[in-house]
């Protein structure tokens, strides 16, 4: 007799609110015009209040706030149809929202970006230091390295940094801020002892000394040691040197992609290239970005799609995939299927509607009015409309055939479309065994929600950070790469930067290079 089946436990997922402090819609360009819409008043402290508590109503795990910096301008050459559409736009810096958030709930926690390229490592670690202490330990940090030469000029730079450098910069930037979070303050450092006039012991704080390729400093972290530490480690990049950093650093891992299939090979390899770091693959949690569009009914939810497809803004639309792919697109008439030749960018326009077609099953010509509409109502994300049933089936495909762990929830109104999501589809996850009753550790920190582990306030033993803690000595992979360059110029090039030999059969590169007989090889 065989013996029973026995159905795999399900994986409970977290979901994200996916929000930005730009005054006006984010994800749906034009979509503030609805009368149900309030994101004209994120300038004011009640918006993210009531976001703050609506959330942890909802058991939601956190808040990501994405952030960028200047204008989009590519579209027509011109701001003006991306402040028309009231996207991207008058926004407010995100940090200093979250412990007015923080101050009206105790367990919901908050992701927020900050760039590897603009701010510099001691500011950046002090700011996420002091958040996580004022929040009780709830931040996550959305590590990105910035590639729009609007922020470049915005913030005194003539370009952005090609892409590989970029990414060899932040992982020396990370070498940096684990230092400043993990290095520089023992535990026990903070005694508030009265008797012998001791506040903090001086014995038990480090001064770090960091000078590589492309970071130095020179002090010890102004900030004391926060509950997490580290804040959470969130990331987005699948590209190969993305893939590389998330494996490395990332904790939670943003993944783009219309349906499961375009996305679970990525999933796959992050997880494999993890393992390969001697990390548990499953540790990286993966969250997939989603626009719901619910209804209590197919026809109310039918009807919530065609009043967002009325308030559409089409020319803020295609402004918004021009400012992120930086292809012109005004040339185009409004409505004429696009003729994509041999201008700039035309390959790489045809490639991703020639993508997304084959990812819905689309077979309908392309005009720009078609591609504005798109973008205004989810955009690369997908946007599934109907019942909660029916939403919750989408999920949980997400969730079986592609293997992520959550989901990041972009609004077409808010806080309409979190409000559904909160009233309408949590309980449909909860009755699935998909979503849990309350957080696992109620006012705990964002990271022993995230793995649902009491106690699991700091980096996991098998995270590259937890190499840094007090008292390690661990200088960073990437310092002794910079040495072992150091030390192979100086052998090559002596002390006056003469060459020492003639026997030298390539160039210095990354990798391996001969000098006189003997290969060296550089750790990279």
Request: charged fraction near 25%.
């Amino acid at each position: 007799m065989s013996p029973p089946t026995v159905s795999p436990p399900k994986k409970r997922i977290y979901l994200n609110f996916f929000e930005n402090a730009c005054t006006g819609s984010h994800m749906s360009p034009g979509q503030w015009r609805s009368p149900y819409d309030r994101t004209s008043g994120k300038d004011r402290l009640p918006y993210w209040l009531n976001l703050a508590r609506l959330a942890e109503e909802g058991k939601i795990s956190f808040i990501f706030f994405a952030d960028s910096y200047s204008l989009f301008d590519v579209y027509s050459r011109s701001t003006a149809p991306i402040l028309r559409a009231g996207a991207h736009s008058a926004g407010l810096d995100p940090m200093v929202l979250i412990p007015a958030m923080a101050s009206v709930t105790k367990s919901v926690g908050f992701g927020v970006t900050g760039s590897t390229s603009y701010l510099t490592p001691y500011i950046l670690a002090r700011t996420f230091s002091s958040l996580d202490h004022l929040t009780n330990g709830r931040v996550a940090w959305n590590v990105v390295t910035s590639w729009s030469k609007a922020a470049a000029t915005a913030l005194g730079a003539d370009d952005v940094v090609p892409h590989d450098e970029r990414y060899a910069v932040a992982h020396e930037y990370m070498d940096l801020v684990y230092k400043f979070w993990e290095s520089s303050w023992a535990d026990d450092a903070v005694v508030w002892d009265a008797e012998n006039r001791v506040a903090f012991e001086p014995s038990k704080v480090k001064k770090i000394e960091h000078k590589g390729k492309y970071l130095k400093a020179s002090a010890a972290s102004q900030t004391h040691p926060s509950p997490q530490r580290t804040p959470v480690l969130f990331q987005a990049g699948t590209s190969k040197m993305g893939r590389a950093f998330g494996a490395k650093h990332a904790e939670a891992i943003y993944v783009g992609g219309l349906v499961p299939s375009q996305t679970a090979g990525s999933i796959a390899q992050i997880r494999a290239d993890a393992a390969a770091e001697g990390r548990d693959p499953q540790s990286l949690k993966f969250f997939v970005g989603i626009t719901p569009i619910i209804g209590r009914t197919l026809e109310e939810a039918q009807a919530k799609y065609e009043q967002a497809r009325q308030d559409a803004d089409v020319v803020g639309g295609l402004a918004q995939f021009s400012g992120y792919t930086g292809i012109d697109l005004a040339r185009f008439p409004l409505d004429e299927v696009f003729e994509l030749k041999d201008a700039p960018g035309d390959d790489a326009t045809h490639t991703f509607l020639e993508n997304f077609n084959k990812a819905t099953g689309n077979t309908e010509p392309w005009t720009p009015r078609r591609l504005g509409e798109t973008m205004a109502l989810g955009g690369f994300h997908p946007a599934p409309v109907g019942t909660p049933e029916m939403v919750a089936d989408v999920f949980e495909q997400w969730i079986n055939e592609a293997d992520v762990d959550g989901f990041n929830i972009a609004y077409v109104t808010s806080p309409g479309t979190f409000e559904d999501v909160v009233y309408l589809l949590r309980p449909e996850l909860v009755k699935r065994g998909l979503m849990w009753e309350d957080y696992d550790v109620e006012g705990g920190t964002l990271r022993e929600n995230l793995y649902g582990v009491k106690g699991q306030t700091r980096l996991r033993d098998d995270h590259y950070g937890h190499k840094f803690k007090w008292g390690s000595g661990f200088e960073g992979d990437t310092i002794e790469a910079f040495k072992a360059e150091q030390a192979v110029k100086e052998s090559v090039n002596g002390t006056n930067g003469e060459s020492k030999t003639n026997d030298i059969e390539v160039p210095l590169t990354q990798g391996s290079v001969v000098v006189g007989k003997e290969p060296v090889v550089v750790k990279t």
